[in-house]
């Protein structure tokens, strides 16, 4: 099946022009001025239309367990949304609920959660919630399926986060294997610490969410992951740095030479603390870790963009229900 995509006005990361696309199966094979398609080739007219690379979206879950509860979608319902907005290939975080389960065990869950349901390409990252003494083998296991990067959390203590001999270990690892190591970066003993305080307080609203980890924690764990890097030769993605101080570490640690990328989210250029302020728990609906940054933040992660200190925008899709 071929298909030529005719007068687009074509999107590339360091080009904008005018020109024909031909594809073969699921291969670009030409792009230039006037090309001639066979005659069983579907022809799109794109004149006046922008033609871009199809979106990778680094930061996605849809089969996720999590507190109790799982994200209401499927990869029927997650690859079309994502297909309508032009992201044709999504990245997943495997990570089960009981973490002492084998990793291929996950592994295989998820891949049959995705595996010919999906409308979209897919692949996923590994998260590593333990690092014990069939870690190793096991995780090697799962990179020589093609998983190639892993996932670790510096947040959520007593469920994902791992100790910081886990946390070198995994690291040590990741660079022997090349892979890539994505980290939530925040400080799981202070957030804890601070929401047991908020609690005490009777601060229960969402518009304390943020202050039960606010943007110093962020940066702090963002600084505590690069040195570990720092230290190992490991290649380090943070994902949706949402403040200026984490970004500032990582921009820091990127002078240093660590080998990092960062990534920001769609909803932290765009939206603000404020909304959890909403009346009636509406607030809640914009409840995410890290929280929502103060308005101040969102030209920082403009600027950034333009200049290509963050590498990457995400969604961090995780659809949960409201009431029910």
């Known amino acids: 099946m071929s298909l030529l995509i005719k007068n687009g006005n074509i999107i590339t990361a360091g080009e904008n022009y005018t020109a024909d696309i031909f594809c073969e199966g699921e291969q670009i ?17 794109a004149t006046g239309k922008y033609v871009f690379p199809g979106f990778i979206d680094p930061h996605v879950h ?13 990869y029927e319902t997650a690859s079309q ?4 907005g032009g992201t044709t290939t999504l990245i997943e975080m495997i990570c ?3 973490p002492q389960q084998p990793w291929r065990d996950g592994f295989e869950l ?3 959660k995705a595996q010919g349901k999906s409308a979209c390409d897919f692949t996923f990252h590994q998260a590593v919630t333990r690092y014990d003494p069939s870690a190793e083998e096991e995780l090697i296991e799962i990179v020589n399926q093609g998983v190639s990067s892993f996932k670790v959390f510096l947040a959520y203590k007593g469920a994902f986060n791992m100790s910081d001999e886990e946390l070198y270990n995994t690291l040590k690892l990741a660079k022997k294997l090349g892979v ?9 003993e202070l957030v804890l610490e601070l929401q047991k305080m908020l609690l005490g307080e009777g601060k229960t609203g969402p518009e304390w969410h943020y202050w039960s980890r606010p943007p110093l924690i962020q940066a702090e764990g963002v600084h505590h992951l690069a ?5 190992l030769g490991t290649h380090i993605y943070i994902v949706h740095t949402s403040c200026k101080e984490a970004f500032n570490e990582g921009m820091a640690a990127a002078a240093r030479g ?9 909803q932290y250029l765009v939206l603000d603390d404020s909304y959890t302020h909403l009346p009636n728990f509406e607030g809640a609906k914009f409840i995410m870790s890290p929280p929502l940054p103060q308005k101040a933040n969102q030209e920082v992660f403009w600027n950034a963009l333009r200049k290509r200190y963050v590498s990457t925008v995400a969604t961090d899709h995780a659809p949960f229900d409201f009431i029910g």
């Open 180 to 188: 890539i190591v994505t980290a939530h970066c925040e400080n799981a």
């Open 258 to 266: 660590v080998n990092i990328n960062m990534e920001t989210l769609i």
């Open 227 to 231: 040195t570990f890097a720092e230290t």
């Open 29 to 45: 094979t030409r792009i230039g001025k006037n090309l001639q398609a066979p005659p069983d080739a579907t022809v799109v007219d």
């Open 96 to 98: 089960q609920s009981t």
């Open 81 to 84: 949304a994502a297909l309508v």
């Open 62 to 74: 849809v089969y996720l367990p999590f507190m109790g509860t799982y994200a209401k979608d499927t």
């Open 110 to 112: 998820w891949l049959g």
